[in-house]
């Protein structure tokens, strides 16, 4: 902790933690990157605008990151800190004569607008009115204060403390602090047994053996690239771009056919993101020549405790979870491998992502930029309705925004939708490394190996390989 002035205030600052490392560093040596996520949450009824105005304030008031600023002091070093609570002007904009088509493109123009950096608010908050009887609120925040599962608790506790204020139903639950989380996690990183028990383990976890790269699109990229550079052998592939122009396609699974998958889930007790995982590396092996090595980078939460599930701010770290699977394994057994791997890495998450990167270029040297994974993704189980069975039972609808780039070739989010909990699949994909229709032809066969594998869980993946 360091004391610095802040415009004549002398406020308590704390260093970066490594997940918020992640995305300074991002914008750092890619100017052209814009860390700001946009979501709309919109509900189907006549909204009292005063009483959500309220309501957003109140949340200002529970959520700490949704006044967390940052200062860089005399030696260029970034801090961090909260400042005290402000009712910021909470505009309305009305978009019930327009398409709603063109709200949705006007809010996607909000989102790529970048904050200020320095002393400035790092989120802002719109109401909104939208055609067909939706209102709602519009909410820009930059990634380096908020993930989705805060933004996700945010848009929660506003619509619960609204639907208190209207109907008087129960406020929402209190939250917790987000400065104690930060020493935590500060403490850990500061070279603590614990950090050094896990930065064991993943360099152990590096030298087993060089991963191969397998490509969403094929093995056009990393054949290219040997030729470039005269190396058969190399497994690596640069995926790093100077156009991060990006843009998002969303694909709906019909309620039905995400409710099958979800009971395999449940009557295999495996977790969905095993099952999408499974997925995933399936369809990298067919396309990839039927490569038994995949790599797919998955988003860890770190939402564990009480703490750190309710204190807000972003703490999302990805790792690579690698499998090496023979023809004649079962896709439900493949599913179990990735389900142990998944808690292998877990138990060692908090160390940092940079840091891991770092270690695994010193023990297989490639050029700057270089992966071995093609793909990240994360499934985000958290729904509105989770833990609020008392509030009236209203139609509504929720959107995540493009802000127009992405440093990375292909993102996949999975998320239920509010409306009948189905499973939307959303791409965000550079547009230089891959076009929409790529996109819909790999969710084609996503959902092929998908519903291969749950229709009969002995079937092994060989069999699946040939089936699609």
């Given at each position: 902790m360091k004391e610095l002035n802040v415009n004549g205030a002398v406020m308590k600052c704390y260093p970066l933690c490594a997940?918020?490392?992640?995305?300074?560093?991002?914008?750092?040596?890619c100017p052209a990157q814009v860390l700001c996520i946009g979501t709309g949450l919109y509900v189907q009824q006549d909204v009292d605008f005063g009483l959500l105005k309220q309501a957003i304030y109140k949340g200002y008031e529970m959520f700490e990151t949704m006044r967390l600023r940052f200062i860089e002091d005399e030696n260029g070093e970034v801090f961090q800190y909260i400042t005290p609570f402000e009712e910021r002007d909470i505009p309305l904009c009305d978009f019930s004569d327009r398409s709603e088509e063109d709200a949705h493109n006007e809010m996607r123009k909000w989102t790529a607008l970048p904050f200020a950096r320095y002393n400035s608010p790092m989120n802002q908050v719109i109401m909104i009115k939208l055609p067909n009887g939706y209102n709602g609120i519009y909410l820009k925040v930059d990634h380096m204060t908020m993930d989705?599962?805060?933004?996700?608790?945010?848009?929660?506790?506003?619509?619960?403390?609204?639907?208190?204020?209207?109907?008087?139903?129960?406020?929402?639950?209190?939250?917790?602090p987000y400065i104690p989380q930060l020493e935590k996690d500060l403490a850990y990183e500061?070279?603590?047994?614990?950090?050094?028990?896990?930065?064991?383990?993943?360099?152990?976890?590096?030298?087993?053996?060089?991963?191969?790269?397998?490509?969403?699109a094929g093995q056009g990229r990393l054949l290219t690239q040997r030729r470039e550079n005269n190396n058969p052998n190399q497994k690596w592939a640069m995926v790093i771009s100077r156009s991060p122009e990006a843009s998002i396609s969303v694909f709906s699974l019909e309620k039905d056919a995400s409710m099958r998958l979800m009971k395999f889930c449940e009557l295999n007790n495996v977790p969905m993101a095993s099952l999408l995982l499974m997925g995933l590396r399936t369809v990298l092996s067919k396309f990839n020549d039927d490569e038994k090595d995949v790599s797919v980078k998955s988003c860890v939460a770190r939402r564990g405790t009480l703490s750190e599930k309710y204190s807000g701010g972003t703490r999302v770290h990805f790792f690579p979870?690698?499998?090496?699977?023979?023809?004649?394994?079962?896709?439900l057994d493949g599913i179990h491998m990735i389900q142990a791997e998944q808690s292998r890495i877990f138990r060692h998450a908090n160390y940092d992502p940079i840091e891991y990167m770092a270690k695994r270029r010193e023990v297989y040297p490639t050029q700057p930029g270089a992966s071995y994974e093609s793909i990240s993704l994360t499934y985000q189980p958290l729904t509105i309705n989770e833990d609020t069975q008392e509030m009236p039972d209203v139609?509504?609808?929720?959107?995540?925004?493009?802000?127009?780039?992405?440093?990375?070739?292909?993102?996949?989010?999975?998320?239920?939708?509010?409306?009948d909990n189905g499973l939307n699949f959303n791409f965000e994909y550079r547009k230089d490394a891959v076009t929409e229709y790529e996109m819909e032809y790999f969710y084609y066969y996503l959902c092929r190996v998908l519903f291969r594998g749950i229709e009969d869980e002995n079937r092994t993946i060989g069999k699946i390989l040939e089936m699609i």
């Open positions: 997940a918020q490392k992640l995305h300074y560093y991002t914008i750092k040596f989705s599962s805060a933004i996700v608790g945010f848009n929660r506790a506003v619509l619960e403390t609204y639907c208190s204020l209207r109907y008087g139903t129960p406020m929402p639950k209190p939250l917790k500061a070279d603590s047994p614990a950090r050094k028990r896990d930065e064991e383990f993943w360099l152990n976890e590096i030298k087993k053996s060089e991963p191969m790269y397998t490509d969403f979870v690698r499998t090496i699977m023979e023809p004649d394994m079962t896709f139609p509504y609808k929720s959107m995540w925004y493009t802000n127009g780039v992405a440093g990375q070739p292909l993102y996949l989010t999975v998320m239920h939708r509010p409306e």
